[in-house]
């Protein structure tokens, strides 16, 4: 009996320490000791796929919107039984255990790929840097499962959706709202630049490429499209080493576009070399469109060849669109004409400052552009170019304010030795030649001034000035007619202008009464500008013209005050084309530079009754 009862009390005990095991190992769904996992590359949840399924009625943990359940199909009967690594079927990790082992605590933003058990599971099998501890204010640990505003997987996949259908500003937005939960995680950060491209935001989607590769160094994708990127930005060997990374090669076409792109920056590059202008403008035209359509590199090469081409509206505008791009860390170590790319344009901007007169601004460009490339010999040698030119200019002023003219004229020429498309110094030197009375010498500079810098208002003051001083009242007209336009309500140069047309009408009514040959277009426009004009457009070899030209000129002996003109239209296409002439002969009668009469033929008869009567010039 008594070995009976020390059996049966010996089974009591172990039947006791076993249930006290057993629940040592249960936890209910709030317990504070329980971090819920559930990452949807855990290969926890492969291998306890094929033993759990899904339950209607048990409770679940749910992570990136996937549920697993912790529930058989038949109750809700709770597992207890715990697998190597803590955790449990459920996607639970049991955390408090007596025998749990040490843990490091790694540094912000370090990664352990393939580890699990601990932490939060990223996408990739790597594991985050910070790790989360039982009971910490988190969706992991909070036992409730998160929505899919909160879920990154979640939101990337919408965005994907509506990226499809062309709404890039929505699809950025929601890839913004994943990359806020979980940055770091390249594949977010690719998409990102998926929808900025789709923006036409290039800049930006190249930063986001470039921080998608350092996450994730071998993402392929990620290489691609910043390789695509960088071939829309004219940066033609840093687009070669994307596109070919990790052994991939681009499809025919983005090849295609590659090697012309190449081919047509190379050939702007010499053209550069040669200072063939409009080659070189030929060629950067042709490498925009070609793919590198978002240069600025391309862009500042453009508003080079307009300046030196002498269309300085063309060059601002173009300089401006290339100033309109922030510069990529890929972007700031890419070469263009032998320069760093970024100081290039502030070398071609510090070029137009410099021809609109604006000293300061260019100095402090080229200026900008050698703090970026020092090594450059072009940027530093423009610098101090543009120092001596600065220089010069100043002593010029100095000695002009003290009335000292000719040696003002010396400073000013030794500036343009230095730079000579700069129109400020020759405006400043035409204006002491005026005060010196040479006329001839200010009309010059002033025309030069007007060469590369067409709009520069007190270039053209200085140069009707001078004409006004050697009689030449037809081209005076012409400056004040401008000028007018640009100034209506100057009395100077209204005043001076009524002055040079009595002065044209006078000096057409003492004229010899013959009828002049014009082949120049200004000089015609200019000749018709003010007073009544007949032009006779016809082929001057052409015998049948001969008689013509005699009626003409028995017209222009009777009605001296009336400009008699002749055109060849062959010789003189540019008269042609801009007055739409198309048969001839044709006469045209102009009352202050309007056309009143257009005939295609015309008797003597009629030619002068059309005088008398449209020009009201009566016959002397």
């Known amino acids: 009996m008594s070995g009976s009862k020390k059996k049966s009390d010996s089974e009591k005990g172990s039947s006791s320490l076993a249930d006290q095991m057993k629940n040592s190992m249960r936890f209910e769904e709030d317990d504070p000791r329980v971090l819920r996992l559930g990452s949807p590359v855990s290969t926890l949840r492969s291998r306890m796929s094929s033993s759990n399924t899904r339950s209607t009625s048990g409770s679940s943990a749910s992570v990136s919107g996937r549920n697993v359940s912790s529930s058989t199909s038949s109750g809700s009967r709770k597992i207890k039984i715990v697998p190597a690594g803590n955790i449990c079927p459920s996607g639970n990790v049991i955390t408090g255990m007596r025998c749990k082992p040490e843990r490091t605590v790694l540094s912000d933003n370090e990664m352990i790929p393939g580890m699990y058990g601990y932490g939060s599971i990223m996408p990739g099998g790597a594991m985050s840097k910070t790790r989360r501890v039982a009971g910490s204010a988190s969706p992991e640990s909070s036992g409730v499962a998160s929505s899919s505003n909160d879920n990154p997987e979640e939101l990337n996949t919408k ?50 490429c470039e921080e998608a590769i350092r996450l994730s160094p071998t993402y392929v994708r ?13 940066q033609v060997e840093n687009a070669r080493e994307q596109l070919f990374s990790l052994g991939q090669k681009p499809d025919q076409a983005t090849l295609q576009k590659l090697q012309a792109v190449a081919e047509h920056i190379s050939k702007c590059t010499d053209a550069r070399r040669l200072e063939d202008w409009t080659t070189m403008l030929k060629e ?25 081409l002498h269309q300085l509206k063309d060059a601002e505008l173009w300089i401006y669109k290339a100033r309109m791009y922030e510069p990529s860390a890929t972007a700031c170590q890419s070469k263009f004409f032998g320069m ?9 901007q510090a070029q137009i400052d410099s ?19 020092l ?49 400020v110094l020759y405006n ?48 005076a007209v012409r400056d004040y007619e401008i000028l007018r336009q640009e100034l209506p309500n100057n009395e100077e140069v209204a005043e001076n202008l009524s002055h040079a047309q009595a002065e044209l009408r006078k000096s057409r009514r003492e004229g010899n009464g013959k009828v002049e040959l014009v082949s120049d277009l200004e000089k015609f426009r200019a000749a018709i500008a ?91």
């Open 340 to 348: 760093l790319s970024e100081a290039y344009i502030f070398f071609v």
């Open 159 to 208: 965005a994907n959706e509506i990226y499809k259908k062309g709404n890039f500003a929505e699809a950025l937005s929601l890839y913004d709202k994943a990359i806020a939960i979980f940055p770091g995680d390249g594949r977010f950060h690719c998409n990102r630049a998926a929808a900025l491209m789709g923006l036409k935001r290039i800049m930006e989607a190249v930063k986001e």
């Open 284 to 308: 950067a035209e042709a490498a925009t469109t070609s793919g590198a359509d978002a240069s600025p590199q391309l862009f500042a090469c453009q508003a080079e060849a307009h300046l030196k």
């Open 355 to 373: 021809t609109l007169g604006k000293f300061d601004d260019a100095c402090t460009a080229i200026e900008r552009a050698a703090r970026i490339d």
């Open 375 to 423: 090594q450059s010999a072009e940027v530093t040698g423009k610098l101090k170019n543009m120092r001596l030119v600065g220089k010069a200019r100043t002593i010029g002023n100095e000695h002009y304010r003290s009335k000292r003219y000719e040696q003002a004229c010396t400073a000013y020429g030794e500036g343009l030795l230095l730079d000579s498309s700069n129109s």
């Open 428 to 475: 400043n030197r035409a204006n002491c030649w005026f005060k010196l009375g040479e006329w001839e010498k200010s009309l010059a500079d002033s025309n030069r001034a007007l060469l590369f810098r067409p709009q520069y208002t007190k270039a053209l003051f200085q140069k009707a000035a001078s004409n006004i001083k050697l009689e030449r009242w037809a081209d």
């Open 530 to 620: 003010s007073g009544a004009s007949v032009v006779h457009f016809d082929e001057l070899s052409n015998p049948e013209c001969t008689w013509m030209s005699y009626v003409m000129d028995t017209l222009s002996a009777k009605y001296r005050s009336v400009t008699f003109l002749k055109v060849d239209v062959k010789q003189s296409p540019a008269i042609a084309t801009a007055e739409k002439i198309t048969v001839v002969p044709r006469f045209k009668l102009y009352k202050d530079g309007s056309r009143v009469v257009d005939t295609v033929t015309a008797t003597p008869d009629l030619l002068e009754f059309l005088i008398k009567n449209t020009l009201f010039y009566p016959p002397i």
């Open 222 to 234: 990620a290489h691609q499209r910043l390789g695509s990127l960088l071939l829309c930005l004219g």
